[in-house]
């Protein structure tokens, strides 16, 4: 057995509101995306290549929050090339079990202030785009021996209890949202006035 560990480039917190929403305008963070016909927002890309897959890594058991990657390569990869890419090439952290003939197991993994519980377990899905939305399978191999797709989407969930990974909300839905509330909040104030 050895023990694979492999950090991001970095990590940061989003301190106040201001700077979140500063930062969901930036350019350096997630981007609204139309893949398959499923509206994602891609925290960042890795890899280049013609072929594309999408990997969501969901923190929701552990309080957090669910996010997505996009990888890009030629020729042939895997669900763990996926993995070690996104990992090389931004914030995203895991570790990981080589259990050598039985494959590379996922221990846990974090992103931004979010950290998976190694006690739960992290569940792999793939799944395919149907309707807007993605229809996830369990696999019948691990990441090490699953091949990628064009357009396939990985995903992982903190928890074996068949919970299947959620899709993240789109950032723009909540711009949109939140300035239409702001709007509103505003007309009610220019109607109240005397």
Known sequence: MQRIVRAGRGTGIVATALVAVFLLASPQTASATMFQGVDLDIEYWAGQGSNEAIMIVDFLATGGESYCFGYRWDGDATGYDMVQDIAAAGALYYEATDWGSMGVFIDNFSYDSDIGNPNNYWAYWVGTAADGDVDWLSPSVGMTSRPLSDGSFDGWYNGFDG??????????????????MLWRKRKRVQTVTV
């Open 163 to 180: 919970t299947q990974p959620h899709l993240p909300e789109p950032a723009t839905a909540l711009l949109i949202a939140t300035g239409t």
